[in-house]
């Protein structure tokens, strides 16, 4: 060789180009295959910095559940875990209001609705909830006509000595409630004996009249307690025994009553037959047929 050090230089440089290529090569197979396998870091950023703001909803939750205070029929009320079944049943979801995940598919909510879609169940997504639930009752209170009623037998009433005017209901809601309680007793994960005081009438149609007797008779009802123009003159109101004391609206009592079997049912299913439920009072249930209908048109 006539310049053995320019060979030495001209194989060291090729080494190292090689070398380069290598790297380069493998370094381009390693991140195909993790792009196989891993989302983009970015993409793992915001999934944290999402699952994190949930998180932080669901721990805000677990207060507001307890504390919010907000105004209903004249009274100041705190928290809504009284509806917690209530809340499940229409945002679709079967997890625990506290969860993350409930966090995550209620921000999915209030984003559709205009709210400020944070997962936190707070006084503006409760009172929009609440105007939802208002919007599913009847329409209309106007005093069912004597032709519109039937005489219900005193067996399907929670007080069988029921006055003979108080066991009247209109016909079509007696109809499906008859077919409600029958699909009731024949669930067998409800499990109701023939005995049993559960899903029997607590009261039905109620003349403006008579409502007002009961207004006299408890002066710090409120209106959320007893209305003044009360759906019950229609007839298409019931309320239904689902435990504890039956029309009894201080919150311990309705803690009990929204957590018994038999309320649970009716959340789950009593809209198959045409009942809607008033929030606040977990025993009272309106009949509002589906729009169009033949019952509907009355």
């Excluded at 721990?59 to 907000?70: K, M």
């Excluded at 909830?129 to 009623?149: E, F, N, Y």
């Amino acid at each position: 060789m006539k310049n053995p050090r320019l060979h030495i230089l001209l194989a060291i440089s090729l080494l190292v180009v090689i070398a380069t290529v290598a790297s380069v090569t493998g370094l381009t197979s390693s991140q195909s295959r993790r792009s196989k396998s891993e989302p983009p870091a970015r993409t793992v950023a915001l999934s944290t910095t999402s699952s994190s703001a949930f998180a932080a909803a669901a721990a805000q939750n677990a207060i507001l559940r307890n504390e919010v205070t907000w105004t209903f029929g004249g009274k100041q009320q705190r928290g809504w875990y009284l509806y917690d079944l209530l809340i499940g049943k229409t945002l679709d979801t079967p997890h625990d209001p506290i969860t993350s995940e409930f966090a995550t598919i209620l921000a999915k909510w209030q984003k559709k609705r205009g709210l400020r879609a944070d997962g936190q169940l707070d006084e503006a997504s409760l009172m929009k909830l609440v105007s939802h639930w208002q919007g599913d009752r009847l329409k209309t209170r106007t005093p069912a006509t004597p032709d519109q009623l039937i005489l219900a037998p005193a067996t399907d009433f929670y007080d069988p000595g029921r006055a003979t005017e108080l066991r009247q209901v209109e016909r079509n809601t007696y109809e499906a409630y008859k077919q409600m309680i029958a699909a009731a007793h024949a669930d067998p994960s409800l499990n109701l004996k023939s005995t049993d005081k559960y899903l029997k009438i607590v009261s039905a149609f109620r003349s403006p009249e008579y409502q007002e007797q009961l207004r006299r008779q408890s002066p710090n009802s409120g209106s959320a307690g007893l209305a003044v123009n009360s759906p019950h003159f229609t007839g298409r109101a019931l309320d239904i025994y689902v435990g504890g004391s039956p029309v009894d609206t201080k919150d311990a009592n309705r803690a009990i009553q929204v957590n018994t079997p038999a309320y649970r049912w009716l959340v789950h299913n009593a809209e198959r037959f045409g009942f809607r439920p008033y929030f606040y009072e977990p025993w009272h249930w309106e009949y509002v047929p589906q729009k169009g209908t033949k019952e509907d048109t009355k």
